[in-house]
């Protein structure tokens, strides 16, 4: 579903949650584990995390295809996912002058946040980069009173800021986070989190997407 945010929109999807439930708990179980690994457990903090313990394996990203991990290709909920991506980037309006039909998967990773972590406000692509063009976040885990995603009104070209308390509340559009939900939008977008309350951790998947020229 396009949802308007400001002068632009983002793309809004929620899985059918008991239909695909046995799949979302197998994605589940595939983050945990690597979120588990040494090579993410050694690695501090990504830039973007603030507050508290954020996990991620952005940094594996070119050595590990976690879409072939997680069987995006081979299951229904792959199949749900890649679907979205696409009807995400023709509602974002990329289909004018991209091929939204040939995806470019620029990064594949995933994240988790543990309590009291916020992502400060940052955005995955500036005004003259060329890849990538869309960015999705799939919520896999996430617990009562789990961080939710803030869309920021900012015009500037900084691909990184402060925290979301430095933006008034008129500047914020704020989408719950919510197992089995997708939220797709412009890599330029500025975005941000508000505060992990949750004893229990918040995971995602995060794609990066270009589209090659029509
Ligand atoms: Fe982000």
């Not at 979302?24 to 603030?50: G, I, Y």
């Not at 989408?175 to 412009?186: F, P, V």
């Amino acid at each position: 579903m396009y949802t308007p945010v400001f002068t632009s929109g983002v793309w809004l999807a929620d899985v059918n949650e008991a239909e695909h439930n046995d799949e979302l708990c197998l994605w589940s179980n595939v983050l945990e584990q690597l979120l588990q690994h040494p090579k993410v457990l050694d690695t501090m903090n990504v830039p973007d995390a603030a507050g508290g313990r954020a996990l991620s394996s952005v940094h594996l990203a070119g050595q590990m295809d976690l879409l072939k991990l997680l069987k995006v290709r081979e299951t229904r909920l792959g199949h749900w996912l890649l679907y979205q991506l696409y009807d995400a980037a023709k509602a974002l309006g990329f289909d004018k002058t991209r091929d939204i039909r040939k995806f470019k998967f620029h990064r594949v990773w995933a994240n988790e946040m543990s309590k009291g972590c916020e992502a400060v406000a940052h955005r995955h692509a500036s005004r003259d980069w060329v890849i990538p063009h869309m960015v999705a976040i799939f919520y896999v885990d996430v617990p009562a009173n789990g961080a939710d995603l803030v869309f920021l009104d900012e015009d500037g070209d900084e691909m990184r800021l402060g925290s979301l308390t430095s933006f008034s509340l008129s500047q914020q559009y704020r989408l719950q986070s919510r197992r089995g939900r997708l939220i797709c939008h412009d890599a330029k977008q500025l975005h941000a989190t508000t505060i992990h309350e949750s004893d229990l951790p918040r995971r995602c998947i995060i794609i990066e997407v270009g589209f090659p020229p029509k």
